[in-house]
């Protein structure tokens, strides 16, 4: 059993900056986040492996948003500077149990946070 615990979300303006948090327990090989906007469909953001070594990021991100692990507290961050307005959602902080999960399906994490919410104005 995996839980996950986000923290860190809030509002800001375009052009700026947040980190959001998430302290995972349990035994499991990927931890990411994934998004949802309203009537969109749940987006892979970025992920990290167990030991910090691999990261995979959404197109949509690449560049502006880094995943980190901090492994002596089973934690993950996601800073994300340069937000824009279309980064507003809900972000979900998910753990994997598969050894290669598609890193763009929901489907493939087992567990997941309650979200926290980022809003980012123009």
């Known amino acids: 059993q995996v839980q996950l615990v986000e923290s860190g979300g809030g509002s800001v303006q375009a052009g700026g900056s947040l980190r959001l948090s998430c302290v995972a327990s349990?035994?499991?090989?990927?931890l990411g986040w994934f998004r949802q906007a309203p009537g969109k469909e749940r987006e892979g953001v970025a992920t990290?492996?167990?030991?910090?070594?691999?990261?995979y990021y959404g197109d949509s991100v690449k560049g502006r948003f880094t995943i980190s692990l901090e492994n002596g507290k089973n934690t993950i961050y996601l800073q994300m500077n340069s937000l824009k307005p279309e980064d507003t959602a809900m972000y979900y902080c998910?753990?994997?149990?598969?050894?290669?999960?598609?890193?763009?399906?929901?489907?493939?994490?087992?567990?997941w946070g309650q979200g926290t919410q980022v809003t980012v104005s123009s």
């Open positions: 998910a753990a994997s149990t598969r050894l290669w999960p598609r890193f763009t399906e929901s489907t493939d994490f087992d567990y």
């Open positions: 349990g035994n499991r090989y990927w």
């Open positions: 990290i492996n167990k030991g910090g070594g691999r990261t």
